[in-house]
């Protein structure tokens, strides 16, 4: 037996060891020594990976790594220049992505626009998207669905004066309310919420999703282990998910033939998309509507809830950051009227302290992850065909040969914002292809939001300790601790 064991590891070293050789002779990235076989790296990935183990491994091997992760690629990038390098040279053939189970149980069989292949039909979602959700003229059209929500939210606060309030909860449902409505024309938090029951189970689908889609499901890069609890929670969240979606497209049918409710301008996302399977029902089928309603949905309030929770307590930990944003908008605005939307423009350190929060705590660290579709050059290393890309944009933001004193929450650095975007170095919408359609609706409601409760009120910690800056485990960077605030 002994023996069996001896031959057997050197056996095994022997095959590690020329697999790592193997891949330099092949002109593959630089890859931390060992990759095991079956699981390879992923022994190494321990949470938040971006900040810790990623970090470690570019800071060791270079800014371009290949790690293996089970039966899958993975190429690992922080740097400015190899960034614009794959979203420029590279980029369409970084624009699919890779087909995760959790897109495939979660979205529809990956037809969703988060999480579709690169192609004709990517491209048709990405297009109605932008045109009926998420284009200026659309975005100028629903203004007062923003204004209204953040005004609510003042009303609320200004009813807890003086009290602990969990803003965590305040920043989410404002921007469900905000994606809600535009989508369906209601809203499920705050006082006039018709239907109680209703709120309450597509508050908990919703949680659910969202702690799904950040979990790593092991057969995803093992694919012989079946993890089949995982599977089955995932296939029965979707299961309340679509039944819940379907629910909201038919109460939409019925408003469409009982009224007419349909001008042109009042139309929510579901009475468009409505409006189109009409004219061709073979593509527009209802899958595909809630498909779109559900990405809207997760993509659009997390990462905005969660930057304006991470701006909030930066300026609490930085009060005199706070008192100048505070000056600023009583210069501009005064003390005779609420701001609007409109003011945003004049308020270009409220846009810095943006900046700069999303440059230290960029809600999607590592992007989302992209795949390639054909095998290409990065960085003057071979990248085969089907390796997925993680752009490290909490590396390269947070990089101090890139940002003087990184740890630093210093909205002034952003006082020329144009320079901010040269060489790739801010950029948590990603660019090109697949990045942010939402980028200019989140400023929109993360600046009003931000400004608004600025502007009305005087802001305080709990008590004299800063604010617990530890992030969560998540698939957005959330903050750890929900933020309370005086
Ligand atoms: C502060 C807020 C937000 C941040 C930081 C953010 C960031 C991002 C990032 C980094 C990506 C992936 C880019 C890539 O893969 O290279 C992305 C994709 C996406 N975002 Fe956002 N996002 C935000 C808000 C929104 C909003 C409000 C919406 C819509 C209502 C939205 C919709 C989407 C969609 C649909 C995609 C997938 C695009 C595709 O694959 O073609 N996001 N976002």
């Known amino acids: 037996m002994a023996t069996f064991f001896l031959h057997f590891s050197v056996f095994l070293a022997l095959y590690i060891i020329t697999r790592h050789f193997l891949n330099k002779i092949r002109n593959f990235p630089p890859s931390p020594f060992p990759s095991l076989p079956i699981i390879g790296h992923l022994y190494l990935l321990k949470k938040p990976i971006y900040r810790t183990v990623l970090s470690k491994i570019s800071s060791k091997h270079g800014p371009v790594i290949l790690l293996q992760l089970g039966s899958r690629r993975q190429l690992v990038v922080s740097s400015p220049s ?21 897109a495939k149980h979660l979205a529809y069989n990956t037809t969703g626009l988060l999480w579709a292949p690169y192609g004709d039909h990517w491209r048709n979602l990405r297009r109605i998207v932008s045109i009926e959700v998420l284009s200026a003229y659309r975005l100028q059209m629903l203004s007062s669905i923003r204004l209204e929500e953040v005004r609510s ?45 209703e709120a309450k189970r597509f508050r908990a689908i919703h949680a659910e999703t969202l702690l799904l889609g950040g979990k790593t499901i092991i057969g995803d890069y093992v694919p012989w282990i079946k993890s089949k609890k995982m599977l089955k929670r995932v296939i029965e969240c979707h299961l309340k ?10 109460e939409q049918r019925r408003k469409i033939l009982e009224t007419d409710c349909c001008g042109e301008k009042k139309r929510n996302l579901i009475q468009v998309l409505l409006s189109l399977q009409e004219n061709e029902p073979g593509y527009y089928t209802d899958d595909i509507i809630k498909g779109i309603m559900l990405v809207l949905l997760l993509a659009g309030t997390d990462t905005s809830s969660a930057t304006m929770e991470w701006a909030l307590s930066l300026l609490l930990n930085h009060p005199r950051v706070l008192e100048k944003a505070q000056r600023e908008i009583d210069e501009h605005i005064g003390h005779d009227r609420l701001m609007d939307e409109g003011d945003l423009a004049q308020l270009p350190y409220l846009r810095s302290i943006l900046n700069e929060t999303l440059r230290m705590y960029p809600p999607a660290p590592l992007l989302i992850p992209h795949e390639s579709s054909e095998e290409c050059l990065v960085g003057g290393f071979r990248i085969p065909r089907g390796t997925m890309l993680s752009v490290n944009m909490w590396a390269i933001q947070n990089d101090p040969k890139i940002w003087p004193d990184p740890t630093k929450f210093r909205p002034e650095r952003f006082d020329n914002p144009e320079g901010a975007r040269d060489g790739f170095k801010l950029m948590p919408f990603g660019h090109g292809r697949r990045s942010c359609p939402g980028e200019g609706l989140a400023l929109k409601v993360v600046g009003l939001a931000l400004g608004s409760l600025l502007q009305c009120f005087k802001w305080q910690k709990i008590s004299d300790k800063m604010v617990d800056m530890t992030e969560g485990p998540g698939f957005t960077s959330t903050k750890a601790q929900p933020l309370e605030a005086i």
């Open 82 to 102: 190899i960034a614009e390098e794959c979203f420029t040279k590279n980029d369409v053939v970084f624009a699919n992505r890779p087909g995760y189970l959790i």
């Open 241 to 250: 998910s679509d039944s819940f979606m379907q629910y909201l497209i038919e």
């Open 153 to 197: 939210m003042i009303c609320v606060l200004f009813r807890n004066q003086n009290q602990i309030v969990d803003m965590k909860t305040v920043f989410f449902e404002l921007t469900l309310n905000i994606m809600m409505r535009m989508i369906a024309g209601k809203r499920y938090y705050g006082e006039d919420v018709s239907d109680v029951e």
